[in-house]
């Protein structure tokens, strides 16, 4: 959806002025685009909440968000701990929710994790809302091959309710979702000759379209004798500028991918025999996919809502005795402690992704340090959709300040969307329902 | 009024010896007035303004002002430092405003260092010389390029391409200028962003409106009917759905038909044969394959939404009988949405897997009204020809009706109720009601209901009353109902109403529906049944959006419900729904519209470079709104060869050109060349755009176009206004300018306190909005002098708004807006003009409490254009002790406080006399203090004597104010000094004896300088 995102106006005015017109697009053209530090973003899902027990329990440790305190820091809690390496590089968010959360039905969290969109009063015209990394894809877009890259446990948008996709696009249709590595490999580094000629000759058709605009609009300046052109000009800016940014784009074709080592994928690797592997591939993936700079803007959903596909019985895979859905649902010291070990399962594999992602280096920094990793879940426990379990990680040379447990109860997730936003170097008024910037010294930029 | 003739009589005279128009000075005191004219008449020459500045003016300046308003400080944002003798605009603007402060004595503040009184005749006199030199000054005009709004650009893709789809979505909202209008050029920004975003929009738009013309287009279009045993061979095959009731399958058949169209289509054959997996809501971990093959596991028949026999439903919320689906109206009190419905709202609802995605779609609701039964509260009236029936245990009985003519039917019971709910069938129709105690008790212990008033004529019916297990029935009386009793006025007026169907769409999942509504909300009015026709883009609704191979039989449905709609709170009579069709997509013609405008008819059309030649010159003549110019043809068809020469595809190359049209600036912004700062003539093109763009919000329709080619739309004006206000598409303009020039997006945005005005839920918000646009949009049609606007005998309004405000049993119009004369003293105290309309009322108050502030700043701002400075950052909290006082106190405390007075004094006492209405809009029930003094000293007791005042002592000024928004939106820009001055100055001499009528205004301004001048 557009109107849940404006630009401010302020700095497109500026922009106009030539004071800070961004032209990241000039850039691109050549040998400095390898300098140029970019800025990524990544949203790692995780279905059906975290482990949270019951104070009752007596087991803390097992709480998801770090429930003990050290020396004025906080303890990694027991299905977080394979993290621990990271301290510096993450920090945790308690207390956010949606704002629309519990008016809509639980079911539709992973549906509005990254938009926030109300639900439960559809727009006439739309479901759903555009989501975060469709809005950053937007302005990334031209500064690397592809937009975004949408990857998912299981492929295509699933339905609603139980979405198969955690993106959406202007429009708030889901965007489907890849989710074999073979394929999602092809489709990034193995682009073929016949891919690319057709890419080159939409580009120049829709550069010859710009052109020809742009020529018409030319003629009919001249011909406006003394009138108030200041409408024109902003007109013809915002042509020029759209036209270099296709010209970036047209020229990304030219240059040649980063050449990196692809022996350590597994590309056959199976979730239904080995879901580890399966992660890690696809980590992996991401991680080469943004060390070349293919995409700014990854989105991967682990695992789906509500026993839905494959995920759902990684738990039994591993030697558990419930799938992750019915796991979700108990509040037993016993339960919820073999959920907090499934937890661990998936922090072990992030924490492999932040290993991966720290190796690779920008020229500036490493590229976790210019890449947000937002990982969380769109409810806390069953259906409960506040409280979200929320981590983020990276991100160092965008301003954030890591190593922090910050919590405030209620807090909007789209005001950390919009600190993200921000971060990111976009400038925009709101995100959704967003009522300012998330007030935290996490986000620094 | 004590003071009224006073001042009135000082401000003419004030007003004709200084030669200024400029100011109507409330509060100017005699001495100050005597002496300034006396200054007056002894400069008969007076010095040049410049030499008088310098010497005179900027130390006076110096010595009392800069302090405050100069480079280290600018209070209120005033700073006279700068200041010349150049007189631009924005001096004069500046030099109004300080000549009313002077005059108001309000400047230097009281604290300060007063002026000496030679000081301050010179300085006035140099004040009032200035304004007068400069309001004679001209202005440069340089013509005017501005952007279409996203919503005229909305219509205008509409009207050239007829693509229907809401494409302009995605575009950002425009901005607000500071008078509260969308379409000034200065807001009006274009963004990087917005380019590449029209870019694919007109390619989205292109694409839709292009058809394969060599091919039939495929249509799909199947029935659902309705009604007890309709069907003849159910299916035994088990239909799933989880959450709503779906109906028995012999009681609806689902099959397809052929629509009747005026040109050649493909029937699509629905798919029938499908594969889904089996088991825990369609688990896809759990393999186990199962094929279906029927429509029945494609269409359902259901009902949802809650519908119970509770609320407004009196009795069985829906009914399946032979003829089709009985649907009772939703309560209305319920809202959509997860708030919690306060009654029921019976739905009948088609989950469907197979919609087309793209194009408009037709839903046809075939339906009746109903001869139902109005319920009474009360037992009939002893009457002549009473009868009595045995209907012991719920046996059945004869009626035999002597003559035609409206009966009551009352049951008695011997014993307890069985059911709160009372059932009759008659003859072959059928009645309930919920039933509420008290009931009438016998002497001899028979409990007797009243059950119903009906129409019947003379003839023999059976009768079978129905009651839980009916043991405890005992008899049925039936009483002819006496004439001009209070039972039969109101079952005549109930018998006059008439039901309202509206439809949804959008998805199901398994956990309920996600519906939107159709814009229409329609009239069933017919006894027999008839086809009621709701047509809508697919785009307007959220779609299933699973994938194509979804093999989940509970996913991946779209949902159309039919529901009947209320108006207000009383009895309306049942809908009799036979079926519902649905065609899809929906072609008028084939081609479509829109692309027989770009293919036109043409013998050239095997010769490829002619005929695009004749497209692109019609087609951008049409999107430009004037002739091509040479270059631009040559120039959009060199695009063409180049794009024909590549892709060797004549449509597609027609579409690339077409393209470069719908991005070019010549689409993208309504411009008025200019030769140079001298004023010109608007060209004819230029006069039918804006006209177009001004009435319409549109882009001009062939008649302006071929007008303007003629040389003929100067000579007929006013014709052509009179034409494009009463075109429908005049609407488009009320909404825009009304809601804006009004800030109706305040009731926008209002969070009302549900728990106090339970009345005002989403649905009546709808309506209740929609009042004072149609409002204006009758007072212009009809072309009725402007006073109306302030204080009226009559309100524009329909069913729902009648009903919110108890006005409900007058008009009957349903949904469609009907003036209705005001009758009683207190309806007329009450409403009439925009100021007392709920919407207005009610987006100004935080909803839960009025607030004479928020109305007093909007009167002034928007009704007599004397608007207040806005409120300062940092506004002091009342003292704690104060909070115990009324608001009145509070307010009167507050504007009694330095800093606050300024303003508040022109703010406050226009807000006082609105305290008779809450935040919802209506009138309070207790008696409130609405007097006021106006800041011209005026008394006034309440709303009603500021309405008077108003519109007879203020007439000029709120036919100024209105005039000024008018003009402000029909140009687009704000107005410089010297037009607002032509305004004051021209338009009483033209209107005023007229009465200001609505349509002359809009003529008066398009006819003006200010209009037609660029």
Redesign the interface.
Same mark, same amino acid.
């Given at each position: 959806?557009?109107?849940s995102?404006?630009?401010d106006?302020r700095s497109?005015?500026k922009g106009l002025a030539g004071i800070v017109l961004p032209l990241p697009v000039l850039e691109a053209m050549g040998k400095e685009v390898v300098d140029k530090t970019p800025r990524r973003f990544c949203a790692l899902y995780v279905a059906n909440g975290m482990a949270l027990p019951h104070k009752k329990h007596k087991i803390d440790e097992w709480s998801w968000f770090p429930e003990q305190k050290k020396d004025g820091k906080f303890v990694f809690g027991k299905p977080t701990e394979p993290l621990s390496p990271f301290r510096n590089q993450l920090s945790f968010l308690g207390g956010l929710q949606h704002a629309n959360g519990p008016?809509?039905?639980p079911?539709?969290c992973s549906d509005m994790w990254l938009t926030g969109a109300p639900?439960?009063?559809?727009?006439?015209?739309?479901?759903n809302t555009v989501s975060l990394d469709c809005v950053i894809a937007?302005h990334t877009r031209h500064e690397c091959r592809r937009p975004s890259l949408v990857l998912s446990i299981d492929? /295509?948008?699933?339905?609603?309710?139980?979405t198969s996709t955690i993106s959406y696009d202007?429009?708030g249709?889901?965007i489907?979702a890849e989710n074999n590595p073979r394929q999602v490999f092809e489709s990034l580094f193995k682009q073929t000759r016949g891919s690319l000629k057709a890419q080159r000759q939409e580009l120049s058709?829709?550069l010859?379209?710009?052109d020809?605009?742009s020529?018409?609009?030319k003629?009919?300046d001249k011909?406006? /004798?003394?009138?108030?052109?200041?409408?024109?000009d902003?007109?013809l800016?915002?042509?020029n500028?759209?036209e270099m940014?296709l010209k970036a784009s047209e020229k990304w074709i030219d240059i040649p991918l980063k050449s990196q080592d692809y022996s350590i994928l597994n590309l056959d690797a199976n979730p239904e025999t080995d879901p580890q592997t399966y992660y890690r591939t696809m980590y992996d993936l991401i991680a080469l996919a943004f060390d070349a700079d293919i995409t700014r803007s990854i989105t991967f959903m682990l695992n789906r809502e509500d026993?839905? /596909?494959?995920s759902?019985?990684f738990p039994l895979k591993l030697g558990m005795k419930h799938t992750h859905h019915n796991l979700s649902h108990k509040s037993d010291k016993a339960g919820v402690t073999e959920w907090g070990k499934y937890d661990r399962f998936l922090s072990e594999q992030l924490a492999y992704f932040l290993k991966r992602m720290s190796e690779y280096k920008d020229a500036k920094g490493s590229v976790l340090d210019n890449t947000i990793v937002l990982y969380g879940s769109g409810a806390s426990t069953t259906h409960r959709n506040e409280n979200l379990p929320t981590l983020i990680a990276g991100g160092a040379n965008m301003g954030l300040k890591h190593g922090q447990y910050w919590r405030r109860n209620g807090a909007r997730m789209t005001n950390l969307y919009l600190s993200i936003l921000h971060s990111m170097g976009i400038e925009a008024d709101r995100f959704g329902d967003s009522g300012g910037t998330l007030d935290s010294p996490i986000f620094t930029a | 009024m004590k003071n009224r003739i006073q001042s009135k009589s000082l401000t003419k005279f004030m007003t004709k010896s200084l030669t200024l128009t400029s100011v109507v000075i409330f509060s100017g005191t005699l001495s100050l007035f005597l002496f300034a004219q006396d200054k007056q008449e002894t400069n008969t020459k007076p010095i040049p303004l410049e030499e008088e500045f310098k010497e005179e003016i900027k130390p006076i300046l110096q010595d009392y002002c800069t302090r405050c308003h100069g480079r280290r400080k600018q209070e209120s944002g005033v700073r006279v430092d700068q200041f010349d003798a150049t007189l631009g605009d924005k001096q004069l603007f500046l030099l109004n405003h300080m000549q009313k402060q002077l005059i108001d004595g309000n400047m230097p503040p009281e604290d300060e260092e007063p002026l000496e009184v030679e000081d301050k005749a010179v300085l006035l006199n140099w004040v009032q010389s200035a304004l007068f030199e400069g309001a004679k000054k001209i202005r440069p005009k %340089? #013509?005017?390029?501005?952007?279409l709004t996203v919503q005229q650009y909305r219509n205008t893709i509409r009207d050239l391409l007829g693509v229907k789809d809401?494409l302009a979505?995605?575009?950002?909202?425009d901005?607000i200028s500071k008078e509260g209008f969308k379409n000034n050029?200065e807001t009006?920004?274009?963004?990087?962003?917005?380019?590449?975003?029209y870019?694919e929009i007109a390619e989205e738009a292109l694409d839709l409106c292009i058809v394969d013309d060599t091919q039939q287009p495929e249509i799909q279009c199947f029935r659902v009917e309705l009604g007890a045993g309709v069907n003849k061979n159910p299916t035994k095959d088990r239909v799933v759905l989880n959450g709503p009731r779906l109906f028995p399958q012999n009681q609806f058949k689902i099959y397809e038909v052929l629509p009747e169209k005026p040109f050649a289509f493909k029937p699509k054959k629905m798919q029938t044969k499908f594969r889904f997996i089996e088991g825990?809501i369609g %688990?896809?971990?759990i393999r186990a394959w199962k094929d279906f093959n029927g429509l029945h596991h494609s269409v359902y028949a259901s009902m949802i939404g809650k519908h119970t026999r509770g609320g407004m439903n009196y009795g069985r919320s829906f009914h399946m009988v032979e003829d089709g689906l009985l649907l009772r109206p939703r309560s209305p009190e319920t809202e %959509? #949405?997860?708030a919690p419905p306060r009654g029921p709202a019976p739905t009948f609802s088609m989950p469907l897997r197979e919609l087309p995605r793209e194009g408009m779609l037709q839903v046809t609701v075939i339906a009746s009204r109903y001869e139902d039964g109005w319920q009474p509260h009360d037992l009939a009236i002893e009457a002549e020809g009473e009868m009595t029936f045995d209907v012991t245990g719920g046996k059945d009985a004869k009626l035999n009706i002597p003559k035609d003519g409206i009966y009551q039917l009352d049951v008695g019971v011997q014993g307890s109720l069985k059911d709160d709910v009372m059932i009759a069938d008659i003859g072959d129709r059928t009645f309930s009601k919920r039933l509420k105690p008290p009931y009438h008790k016998t002497d001899d212990g028979e409990v007797i209901v009243p059950v119903l008033v009906a129409r019947f004529k003379m003839g023999e019916y059976s009768l079978k009353v129905k009651n839980g297990d009916n043991k405890t029935l005992k008899s049925a009386y039936l009483t002819p109902v006496l004439a001009k009793s209070e039972t039969e006025h109101k079952f005549l007026s109930f018998e006059k109403r008439v039901p309202h169907l509206s439809v949804h769409m959008?998805?199901r999942?398994?956990?309920?529906a996600?519906?939107?509504?159709f814009a229409t909300t329609e009239p069933v009015r017919s006894k027999i049944p008839e086809r009621v026709s709701f047509r809508a883009s697919l785009?307007?609704?959220?779609?299933?959006?699973? *994938?194509k191979e979804?093999v %989940?039989y509970l996913?991946?449905l779209s949902e159309i419900a039919v529901r009947s709609e209320p108006t207000d709170d009383r009895q309306i009579p049942r809908v009799l729904i036979k079926g519902v069709e649905i065609e899809g997509p929906y072609y008028e013609s084939w081609p479509p519209r829109g692309h027989s405008n770009i293919f036109i008819p043409s013998k050239n059309k095997d010769s490829h470079p002619v005929y695009a030649h004749e497209i692109i010159d019609h087609f951008a003549s049409q999107a430009f709104r004037r002739p091509l110019?040479e270059? *631009?043809c040559d120039?959009?068809l060199?695009?063409w060869e180049?794009?024909y020469e590549?892709l060797q595809d004549f449509t597609e190359s027609i579409k690339?050109v077409l393209?470069?049209v719908l991005?070019?600036?010549?689409f993208?912004?309504l411009?008025? *060349?200019? *030769?140079?700062?001298q004023a010109e003539e608007l060209t004819s093109f230029e006069l039918a755009t804006k006209l177009s763009y001004f009435l319409w919000n549109s882009t001009p329709d062939q008649k302006l176009l071929d007008l303007a080619y003629r040389g003929k739309l100067e000579e007929s004006l006013k014709s052509e206004v009179s034409r494009l206000v009463s075109d429908n598409q005049f609407s488009q303009f009320t909404e825009e300018f009304v809601h804006q020039w009004l800030s109706l997006d305040k009731f926008d945005v209002v969070s009302i306190d549900r728990g106090r005005y339970p009345k005002l839920n989403k649905e009546t918000r709808r309506e209740v909005r929609r009042e004072p646009i149609k409002f204006v949009e009758h007072l212009n049609r009809e072309n009725l002098p402007l006073r109306n606007l302030v204080d009226s005998d009559f309100i524009v309004v329909n069913d729902v708004v009648a009903g919110y405000y108890g006005l409900g049993t007058q008009l009957e119009t349903g949904y469609q807006f009907a003036p209705l004369l005001l009758r009683t003293k207190e309806e007329k105290e009450t409403f009439g003009g925009v100021l007392t309309q709920a919407a207005i009322l009610s987006g100004l108050s935080d909803g839960r409490e009025s607030n004479p502030v928020k109305r007093g700043a909007w009167l002034a701002d928007k009704i007599i254009s004397e608007p207040p400075d806005p409120p300062p950052p940092d506004v002091p909290e009342l003292p704690k002790e104060t909070k115990a006082k009324s608001l009145r106190e509070r307010l009167e405390q507050h504007r009694n406080q330095k800093g606050c007075m300024g303003c508040h004094e022109k703010i406050d006492p226009w807000g006082l006399p609105f305290e008779h209405y809450d935040a919802g809009g209506l009138w309070k029930k207790k008696k409130v203090e609405a007097s006021s003094t106006l800041p011209d000293k005026t008394e006034i007791s309440g709303i009603q004597d500021l309405k008077r005042y108003l519109a007879n002592d203020r007439i000029d000024q709120v036919a100024f104010s209105y005039l000024k928004h008018l003009a402000v939106y029909a140009t687009g820009r704000d107005l410089t000094f010297n037009e607002l001055e032509y305004l004051r100055k021209e338009a009483p001499k033209a209107l005023k004896e007229d009465g200001y009528r609505m349509k002359d205004c809009v003529l008066f301004i398009v006819k003006s300088p200010i209009f037609m001048e660029k």
């Open positions: 959806m557009s109107n995102f404006q630009l106006r497109v005015l008016r809509n039905d079911h539709v639900l439960h009063d559809p727009k006439p015209g739309q479901y937007r492929a /295509g948008t699933g339905y609603m309710s139980r202007r429009d249709k889901p489907p058709r829709r010859k379209l710009v020809a605009v020529m018409s609009a003629t009919l011909n406006l /004798g003394k009138a108030d052109r200041q409408k024109m902003q007109y800016t915002s042509l500028e759209l940014r026993g839905m /596909g494959i759902d019985t | %340089n #013509g005017l390029i501005r952007r809401d979505k995605a575009l950002p909202a901005g050029k009006l920004l274009l963004t990087p962003q917005m380019m590449e975003t870019f825990y %688990n896809p971990t %959509n #949405g997860n959008g998805v999942t398994d956990v309920g996600r519906l939107s509504k785009s307007s609704f959220a779609s299933p959006d699973t *994938e979804n %989940n996913a991946g110019k270059k *631009e120039a959009l060199k695009v180049e794009s590549e690339d393209l470069v991005t070019s600036p010549q993208l912004f411009i008025e *060349e200019s *030769e140079g700062p």
